[in-house]
């Protein structure tokens, strides 16, 4: 029994032994599994942001000059062959709304801006389509004359919510949708021109005379401008005798309506115009009906070179005001400028007037 329990311990050491001795088996670690952040693509921000409309006052001719860096804005955003600035002018037919125009393109072309006109000749239809096919070409901005603003409205509304900037000259009809307006206040135009017929009929004709103004009712912003002549006169020279409002805008409608006045009132000696093409008409009537520089006056507007001719000559022609179209024509592409290089400026700019007289 004895032997039996020591084989029997032997035995169970030597299992104990075994055990011991062999390999132990070490699971591998697990490898810590590294968390990759889901990488979210952002869209790309625009070279240049939405520009930014002050409406708090009117600005200046000063508040639209760009830096170096806006004008490289804009020109990044006209890269394309297709981009350009479209201009759609009233009319080419007066000296005023030609040279508007004309000096932007001049202007944009110096600082390699592609640029686009259209002419509406004071059609409203053609006007429409001028805007019309001037977003379907590419237009990154449109600058506009508007003469009929309740008909083109809806066309220059489409064009800003298809992505086109809006710049107005000659008046303030888009401010509704974002654009930018750049114009002289008619009113200052009208009163300037009127004050001065005022202080040459009270200084030459004893406060007495007998008026025609000629006026221009298809566009909106030349009734105000006809008013403030019609307000200037009544205040300044309470005894003169406005004996009506002609049609006027261009040299033939002036001719005629004077012509058509002086039948009914041969005793007009003083013309008030909204503008020199009208009152050229008018000096051509009053000259044929035997009127001479020494009884008559005619105060127009615009400044056109023809008019400073006649006012320095002595004629009956005495004064005009000068509406700066070649600084307007500047002013709008400053604008469009800043517009496509997201700067801030006025969404309503004052263009100073100036009387031009022989003095």
Known sequence: ??????????????????????PTTVEPAEEPVEEVEEVVEEEAAPLYGE?????????????????EDEITGALAHLTDDDSFIGIVACTYSTDYHSAVPDAAVAYAE??????????????????ISGVENFVSSGADVIVVCVFDP???????????DAGVYIVQYAGRDVAEFGGVSISIEDEDLGKAAGEYATQLINDELGGQANVAILDYPDLANV?????????????????????GNYLGGTTEFGLNS?????????????????NDAGAYGAMQALEAAGKTADDTIIVGIDAEPQAIEYINAGTMYRGTVDTAPAETGRMTINAAIKLLAGATLPQNIRVPVNLVTAD
Do not use: W, Y
């Open 1 to 22: 029994m004895r032997k039996r329990l020591v084989l029997i311990l032997i035995l169970l050491i030597a299992t104990l032994l075994l055990g011991a001795c062999a």
């Open 51 to 67: 520009p930014t409309l002050t409406t708090v006052e009117l600005g200046t001719a000063e508040d639209l000059v760009p830096t």
């Open 110 to 127: 110096d600082l390699g801006i592609k640029v686009e006109t259209f002419d509406s000749e004071i059609d409203v239809e053609k006007q």
């Open 150 to 160: 309740p008909s083109v409205e809806s066309a220059l509304k489409e064009a800003a």
């Open 223 to 243: 009734v105000l401008r006809a008013d403030a002549i019609a307000a200037a006169l009544a205040e300044g020279a309470p005894n003169a005798v406005i004996v």
């Open 258 to 274: 004077i012509e058509t006045a002086l039948q009914e009132h041969p005793e007009i000696n003083v013309i008030a115009s909204i």
